[in-house]
């Protein structure tokens, strides 16, 4: 006979009791890694979605302002092509797009507009707006996850994944904003001039034709008054080769706020850095929402898992009033009696804690597609963090009713003194 | 002198104010002795005897176990006084309701130094002892009465205790039962020499013992030392 199976005798001489507490901490260590599995797929979901959204930092050339990205001005400060393959090479992690572009001010049958050099396959892929016109852009990988692979497993749609390239917007074609197409009375299949720059400064300019391939819907945005060609064509047009104004960055919003705005510093040192901040805080702040939201869960849990698995032995506690006093009477020290209340919390915090995980690990699996639409894997490592838990709350839901077990006396089992 | 008491009280504090339980005690109990104590309701004699057994502290006064001053130990010094030196034998049996005959007996022995097979052996060769060899793989709900106080008893001397403190403990029993189980008691402490003592309310039953002690309103009124013992008839 040793304590260790007194104990275990008393919780089979017990059993509804010990279902009933161990129900409890179950259903509680179930919700907790129920939710969390979930959360834990929608974080990476919802932080795709953000990320869709578009680009989120600038760069510029060292002597642009903002607005010169905005306004296009003839005059607006370049800076050299080979940059975005300086941070191609560069392998930053955190980076998902770029996009160069060169943005001017022309004429089109006599009306101002802005005309940009882009490369559509990235320029397209950073954009989903565009995407619902029916244009697709290039292929991308997530940099912010480092399970990007996974990702296609989780039954969620990240649109970036889906693009498929466009080979090239050919020397030519272009891409019309919508308030510009009507501006200028242009049409899918219409065509337009502008004059083009020639390298020999006297020479008078010459005109370029261009075929409207696509006029997009309305977004909103500045892309509404502009008339998009390949990068090639503008800056033969404006007669800048191998120079752009501006670099348009998708950047993972984590990796942004792990230093990678310094990192693109370094690599290009003779540029201006910017971030979209709105957008950029829009993704940080709908992060940190969403691991408060994990963490309300895991404290409302860890709570409510103490106060159930306290309640259950309190009640043992009151029960068992006489049987611990007959301990006390034959000489068992106030210590074994904590030890055994609390080695009764182990064992249920520890058994409580792999059911829970199991029963919110199915659940997740189960009910996530179906409540969701997303598919939750299971989460080994949650394992651990479930049998720990359930033993914190257990062992937390011990120290009261073992203090009262403490002051049980040794005559308590006699009928009267 | 195997127990020395020494001007003991004590004080209950209740609601409609203090009760005194135990007024100025003194008693000496030498060893090997089968010691009655008999008072009315009330009268403190179950205070004495939870007071000798460490499991209460008295007001004021000292208590002696072989000269150890009980009075001074910590809850732990006592814890360990009493399953080094005591057993206990109540009125309501005090058996743990989900373990067996055997592990019942057992249950003093978990602090000791012997290992399962030899706590086994020797509770059960107690409980054969007590004419319970056949019964030790029962729960206590599937023993009569006589036989879960002989369990008690058998539990009481399981490890080698050099007294025996029991409260009423033919209280529950019919007189046929109580004649067994006070024989039981007697022989127990002839064979293994153990001080036994025993509060009583029935004449009869406290006729058993050579040191008598009457007890009333808290204060010892009459000890009868070394009286001739008589046996217990049926009816005590």
Known sequence: MSLFKLVWLELLHRKSQ????????TLG????????????????AVA?????????????????????????????????????????TSTLPGVDNLSPKLTRRTEVNGRKVVLTGITPANEIASKPVWQSAGLVGADLTLTCDPNSEANKSLGYKDERLQRKAVESLPEGSSIVGSAAAVRLGLSEGSTFTVPE????????????????AKVLPETGTIDDDRIFVNLKDAQAVFGIHDQVSAIEIMGCCNAISAGLLSQLRNILPDTRITTVKQLVSTQLDT??????????????????????????????????????????????????????????????????????????????????????????????????WAVLLSLAAALLGTLVPAWLAGRIEPFANMQEV | ????????????????????????????????????????????????????????????????FHGAALHAMSDNELAAFRREHVGFVMQNFSLVPYLTALQNVMLPLVWGQDGKEAQRAKAASILDGVGLGGRVNHLPRELSIGQQQRVAIARAFANDPDLILADEPTGNLDPSLSNDILTLLDELNREHGTTVVMVTHSPEAARRGNVRVHIDDGRIVEHEDSVAAEPVVAGA
Not at chain 1, 72 to 87: K, L, N, Q, Y
């Open chain 2, 1 to 64: 002198m195997i127990l020395d008491v020494r001007k003991v009280s004590k004080q209950y504090l209740h609601a409609d104010g203090p009760v005194d339980a135990l007024r100025d005690v003194d008693l000496q109990i030498p060893e090997g002795r089968f010691v009655t104590i008999t008072g009315p309701s009330g009268s403190g004699k179950s205070t004495l005897l939870l007071s000798l057994g460490g499991l209460i502290r008295p007001t004021s006064g000292e208590m002696f």
């Open chain 1, 18 to 25: 010990v279902l009933s507490g161990l129900l409890a901490i």
């Open chain 1, 287 to 384: 992060n940190r929402l969403m691991q408060k939201v994990s963490l309300s869960f895991l404290v409302i849990v860890l709570i409510v898992g103490a106060i159930s698995i306290g309640n259950y032995i309190w009640a043992n506690v009151n029960e068992r009033r006489k049987e611990i006093g007959i301990l006390r009477m034959i000489g068992a020290p106030k210590s074994n009696i904590y030890g055994m209340l609390f080695g009764k919390a182990i064992i249920l915090g520890l058994v409580g804690g792999v059911l829970g995980y199991l029963l919110g690990t199915a659940a997740g699996v189960i009910l996530g597609p179906e409540l969701a639409g997303l598919n939750v894997p299971p989460v080994p490592i949650y394992l651990l």
């Open chain 1, 29 to 44: 260590i179930g919700v907790i890694v129920g939710i969390q599995s979930v959360t834990r797929v929608s974080e990476i």
């Open chain 1, 197 to 212: 720059r020639s390298e020999d400064a006297t020479a008078p300019p010459t005109e370029r034709e261009f075929q409207v």
């Open chain 1, 48 to 88: 795709i979605r953000l990320d869709n959204l578009g680009a989120n930092i600038l760069v510029l050339p060292q002597a642009a302002s903002v607005d010169d990205y905005y306004t296009a001005d003839i005059d607006a400060p370049t800076m050299p092509e080979d940059f975005v393959e300086r941070i191609l």
